[in-house]
């Protein structure tokens, strides 16, 4: 390697010192070397941060909606039915309250057409119609249609026809009464009436409608108009195969009004009523199975035959229904 010299003088006399030259790249291996020295014989370098894995989410389930569908037949054979109904009856007049129970029953053949909207075209005939007050079986002289004298005691056959459609309701004997004001035959076909349930042929599970229904009834010689609102639901389909029932339940609201008026007597008749219904239909058939509902009906009557002294009286009937169909 080579030195240089250099000579200065110092108290009088010459000092020489002696540098040796160091080629630039030994000069930084070494530093490099120091470097990775120190940096080994200190701490140890810190390892990079390792983020936490993220939740993978599980993929939603898709739920595919199951459609539960039936198709009731256009024609119903005959079926026959028993049906029953009981209802308690309240009497408020002018404060005098009493009580009445009333039951009614008989045995009904029906036979139907359904449209494809549930409109009903329906015939049949009424049998052993009874009815029973507190216990108490009242005489039922309705005349059959194969006798010309009414026959007391004896098991009533009525005829009728019937037909059911979104905007009305009407059950008529056969041959048509000339007045069917408190006629025994207009009480037996009354249970036809509540039998008659609107539902189309192509129904769907979830499915609702709703129809708006005017009948007529007389009642202590009063005409009385019952406007009905239903809404119907589709609720279930029990059973497989042949042995599959539409279960529909139906609500009712009505409003009743009549008026009687003539030379010396003016009665005037309002009330509401509100009822609900669970109905049972073959699928394969077509043909009610069962039906069970209650109903509770308000009623004022006023008399207005003396029009300084009007009287009224409030009536409030709470009355239950089951109908089967017999084997």
């Not at 008989?106 to 052993?128: K, P, Y």
């Not at 192509?202 to 009063?222: K, Q």
């Not at 009385?224 to 029990?238: G, P």
Request: hydrophobic share 40%.
């Amino acid at each position: 390697m080579p030195n240089r010299s250099t000579a200065r003088h110092v108290a009088g006399r010459v000092v020489r010192r002696q540098f040796f030259a160091m080629p630039v790249a030994a000069s930084l291996a070494i530093m490099s070397l120091a470097i990775m020295s120190l940096v080994a014989c200190g701490a140890p370098a810190a390892a990079p941060p390792v983020a936490a894995p993220r939740p993978v989410p599980e993929p939603v389930p898709v739920v595919v909606p199951v459609v539960v569908r039936a198709s009731l037949p256009a024609s119903v054979p005959e079926r026959r039915y028993e049906v029953r109904s009981s209802a308690r009856i309240e009497r408020d007049s002018a404060g005098r309250k009493d009580e009445q129970r009333v039951e009614t029953s008989a045995l009904i053949a029906l036979t139907l057409q359904r449209a494809i909207d549930g409109a009903l075209r329906g015939s049949g005939r009424v049998d052993s119609f009874a009815v029973r007050v507190d216990g108490a079986e009242v005489t039922v002289p309705t005349r059959p249609a194969t006798s010309a004298a009414p026959i007391a005691k004896t098991p009533a056959t009525v005829l009728f026809d019937a037909r059911l459609d979104a905007t009305s309701l009407r059950v008529v004997t056969r041959p048509p009464l000339p007045n069917e004001c408190d006629r025994p035959e207009v009480g037996a076909t009354s249970l036809v009436r509540e039998m008659m349930i609107r539902i189309p042929r192509e129904i769907v599970v979830g499915d609702r409608w709703r129809d708006s229904t005017l009948s007529f009834v007389c009642r202590a010689a009063i005409p009385i108009s019952v406007r009905s609102q239903h809404e119907y639901v589709a609720a279930r389909i029990d059973g497989a195969g042949e042995q599959q029932t539409v279960v529909v339940t139906r609500l009712t609201t009505s409003l009743l009004e009549g008026r009687l008026q003539n030379s010396w007597r003016a009665l005037e008749v309002t009330g509401t009523g509100f009822g609900n219904d669970e109905a049972r239909v073959d699928v394969t058939t077509g043909a009610l199975l069962q039906l069970e509902g209650s109903a509770t009906m308000s009623l004022r009557l006023t008399d207005r035959s003396r029009p300084s002294a009007p009287r009224a009286e409030q009536v409030v009937q709470r009355a239950t229904l089951r109908v089967t169909q017999r084997r």
